[in-house]
């Protein structure tokens, strides 16, 4: 028993439990699990690690095959009130000793105070072996359900049994439950070939995107191979598949950006706390995200070192050495990096990280205007990143004072919709900011009559969330749906074998196809992997959302056609080999524009003009973004969002780290203003309308 806990071991002893433990490589999730041990005797399970603010902390066990939602917990258990969520890695170290991706019930023997309530799926009682981790993820150990109740009672735990197969089922529209991060996420059923049944794999996706979005979206992106998580709490690898999305993003717009003739640089990713606190506005809205250098090996340094949460701080002390004239101006650059900001909300990857990548670009101007020009030049940048590259619709619009960037003098935003969600979430902001920083951090120029001037300067950012916005408007229940134009494959050709054909003969054809795709400039691949059957490898590329996949078998080798399957809608073309280079590569572009069409007529159908407070959070309720004639006051902007919470949660509370609040939030006044006659009245304080302002509930 040297590969598992000492704490355990002495307890497997002491009852006589004569376990057997598997090692593997490291797995963070059950489908990873599945991959080392799924050959193993038993069944895989999944634990979840759960908080609730009234009812306290819950450690819940059940089938790896499991569909878990947590309103069906909360109501198997009797919480009357539940807010159940999932608890973060910080939490879970501290109550159970081990790191995400580790916890099963095994880690209850560090649960001396017996703070974590546990619970089993009922249907683990009749199996004949339960394959856990004994507290460590590169670990898997079987006990039979009579070996776990026997440890249960000697670490004083009583297991509370939940009966999840006669729990009524929770409606399709219920409210999803939000996931930090997932101690182990579940497995499903595959794709066959066309007509045959489907068999149960450890690969497909098993929650469903409009039942448990959370749940669905963390799947997506880790079967899909998009993200990995590193043991850094918060911060994850961007695996090769999200990798070229960004990389293609980071192709079209330094294109554009350098056609306006901005220039890249690269600036240090450290400021001294002296420069970082120049600007006291900036500085107090990044504060509690700021993350320090402290040390040199065992040395403290002589001054804490920030690590950058944006450049302003580090780039503007050179702005003022490098302007001096009005000739030295416009100044303006742009870097490609990564910023780091320690968030203590509810991490979620590519959304909400610890660490990101961006590009941010600061210029420098001679008036408003032509700053003002540029960031509205940029706006319309980030629009066609959204909607020309990624299909996803967005609203341009001014953000309100209480939502701009901090020290700045105004920010513009385009704004998008999550349709499975019923969320908002910021795309991408451009900054004016004004003559601020330049006084801040004395940037002075000789302007052309001769006097002192203080350039206008703008900032702009767009960051790797990008990648997790385009996952979740697009996706669907069977995984990722990419759209052509970041897609890294855009086709994906699977020769089908049969008897009735040499398969070198089936996988030559299939080389033919794909010169002739890839010499028309379309991204293509053949998957002729023999130790896969069709329906897996249908599976496999849909779950990673290749837009077109081409299947050849011995008919259409002998008719010299493909048949072409559309990830979008599953339409199924038979097209000639003649001519197939420009049929796909017009069958791409529909297939962009038909994912753009979608996306808006799912946002504007929630899309809603609200006139009185009473159909305010009602509306919100319904997953919709809110128009509403509005004072454009900060005091009754805060009075919105804390109004808006506590109507939702009805006597309720909610985490002080959720990154996604049922309160409304001012996304912006959009350009695009709906007619505000004289006299109407706010919707909520009842004073004189200044604007139409948008509000949800935002990432």
Not at 652 to 659: D, F, L
Request: charge should be negative.
């Amino acid at each position: 028993m040297e590969d598992i806990d000492s704490s355990l071991r002495v307890i497997f002893e002491e009852l006589s439990i004569g376990t057997n433990t598997a090692s593997h490589p490291a797995a963070f999730t059950v489908e990873e699990q599945a991959v080392h041990v799924g050959h193993l005797p038993g069944v895989l399970t999944k634990n979840l690690f759960l908080r609730d603010k009234k009812h306290g902390l819950f450690l819940v066990t059940v089938r790896h095959d499991r569909d878990v939602n947590l309103k069906t917990v909360g109501n198997l258990l009797n919480l009357s009130g539940a807010n159940l969520r999932f608890g973060d890695e910080e939490l879970l170290t501290e109550k159970l000793g081990v790191i995400r991706g580790s916890v099963s019930p095994l880690a209850l023997v560090k649960d001396a105070a017996g703070e974590v309530r546990f619970c089993i799926d009922k249907a683990l009682q009749s199996v004949d072996l339960i394959n856990v981790h004994p507290m460590r993820n590169d670990r898997t150990t079987s006990l039979t359900p009579r070996e776990l109740e026997t440890f249960l009672e000697r670490v004083s735990h009583a297991a509370t049994v939940l009966d999840f197969d006669s729990a009524p089922k929770v409606e399709a529209g219920a409210k999803p439950e939000k996931a930090a991060k997932p101690a182990a996420t579940a497995a499903a059923s595959a794709s066959a070939v066309d007509g045959e049944k489907k068999r149960e794999t450890m690969l497909a996706l098993s929650a469903k995107k409009d039942e448990d979005f959370s749940a669905w979206y963390t799947q997506a992106i880790t079967l899909s191979e998009m993200i990995d998580y590193s043991d850094i709490s918060g911060c994850y690898i961007l695996r090769p598949w999200s990798y070229f999305i960004w990389e293609e993003i980071q192709r079209w717009f330094d294109e554009k950006i350098k056609e306006l003739g901005v220039k890249n640089t690269y600036f240090p990713l450290f400021v001294s706390e002296r420069a970082l606190n120049t600007e006291k506005d900036h500085v107090e809205g990044f504060a509690p995200e700021v993350a320090w250098v402290t040390k040199s090996g065992q040395s403290d340094l002589a001054e804490p070192i920030a690590i950058r949460p944006t450049s302003e701080t580090i780039m503007y002390p050179f702005f003022a050495k490098w302007i001096r004239s009005h000739r030295d101006l416009p100044l303006e650059i742009n870097q490609w990096c990564n910023v780091v900001r320690w968030e203590f909300k509810d991490a979620t990857p590519f959304l909400r990280s610890r660490e990101f990548l961006w590009q941010e670009g600061h210029t420098a101007h001679t008036s408003y205007e032509e700053a003002q020009t540029r960031v509205l030049s940029i706006l319309d940048l980030y629009e066609q990143v959204y909607e020309d590259l990624l299909a996803v619709p967005v609203i341009k619009g001014m953000k309100t004072e209480s939502e701009k960037f901090a020290g700045g003098y105004h920010t513009t935003t385009v704004e998008a919709y999550i349709n499975g969600s019923g969320r908002a979430i910021q795309g991408a902001t451009s900054h004016n900011l004004g003559q601020n920083f330049g006084k801040m951090f004395k940037i002075h120029y000789e302007d052309d009559k001769g006097q002192s001037a203080i350039p206008w300067q703008t900032s702009w950012g767009l960051t790797t969330r990008t990648i997790g916005v385009t996952v979740m408007v697009h996706g669907d229940d069977k995984g990722l749906v990419l759209p052509p134009r970041i897609a890294p494959i855009q086709v994906i050709i699977c020769p089908i074998a049969h008897k009735s054909v040499d398969y070198k003969d089936l996988v030559s054809y299939a080389n033919e196809i794909h010169r002739q795709l890839k010499s028309a400039g379309i991204r293509v691949d053949v998957d002729d992997r023999t130790n896969y059957t069709p329906g897996w490898k249908f599976n496999h590329w849909e779950q990673k959302g290749v837009p077109i996949r081409a299947e050849v078998g011995p008919r259409d080798m002998s008719s010299r056609q493909v048949r072409l399957v559309r990830r979008d809608n599953g339409e199924k073309l038979d097209v000639a080999v003649d001519g197939l280079d420009t049929f796909v590569s017009q069958l791409l572009t529909q297939i962009q524009s038909s994912l753009l069409e979608k996306a808006r007529a799912g946002r504007d159908a929630k899309l809603v003009q609200v006139t009185e407070w009473a159909d305010f959070v009602p509306a919100l309720e319904q997953h919709c973004l809110v128009l509403t004639p509005f004072c454009d006051e900060a005091e009754w902007e805060d009075k919105v969002k804390k109004m808006s919470r506590e109507e939702a949660l009805r006597g309720g509370a909610e985490s002080a780290t959720t990154a996604t609040s049922v309160a409304a939030k001012t996304l912006c006044k959009p350009f695009n203003q709906p007619p505000l006659p004289e006299g109407t009245k706010c919707f909520v304080s009842g004073k004189p309308a200044t604007t139409w302002v948008m509000w949800g509930r935002s990432y």
